[in-house]
Nanobody
Framework: QVQLVESGGGLVQAGESLRLSCAASGTIFSSATMGWYRQAPGKQRELVATITNGGSTNYADSVKDRFTISRDNAKKTCNLQMNSLKPEDTAVYYC????????????WGQGTQVTVSS
């Protein structure tokens, strides 16, 4: 059984930074791909960044050079450092764990709100 708990959201002004953290339970963390997604009001959930178990990263174009995803397999945590935040980054941010090879199993956290004021 996997549980994901996000923390670190809040209200900031444009240009400021936030660091989101995701703590995972269970035994598959080190084998899984971790990711952060976000959903703004009235919009579909979208990919923000992913990091494989080997450390390869992928970012949405809108956050490249501003956000950094990282993971600590020993602590079973995945972090998202968000710099130079913009009002359009306002959304609920969700931690995601993807596990499997031929068929994927997905787990989601409950989400954490990030609000960026102009």
């Amino acid at each position: 059984q996997v549980q994901l708990v996000e923390s670190g959201g809040g209200l900031v002004q444009a240009g400021e930074s936030l660091r989101l953290s995701c703590a995972a339970s269970g035994t598959i963390f080190s084998s899984a791909t971790m990711g952060w997604y976000r959903q703004a009001p009235g919009k579909q959930r979208e990919l923000v960044a992913t990091i494989t178990n080997g450390g390869s990263t992928n970012y949405a174009d809108s956050v490249k050079d501003r956000f950094t995803i990282s993971r600590d397999n020993a602590k079973k945590t995945c972090n998202l450092q968000m710099n130079s935040l913009k009002p359009e980054d306002t959304a609920v941010y969700y931690c995601n764990l993807r596990y499997g090879s031929t068929g994927y199993t997905y787990y989601w956290g409950q989400g954490t709100q990030v609000t960026v004021s102009s």
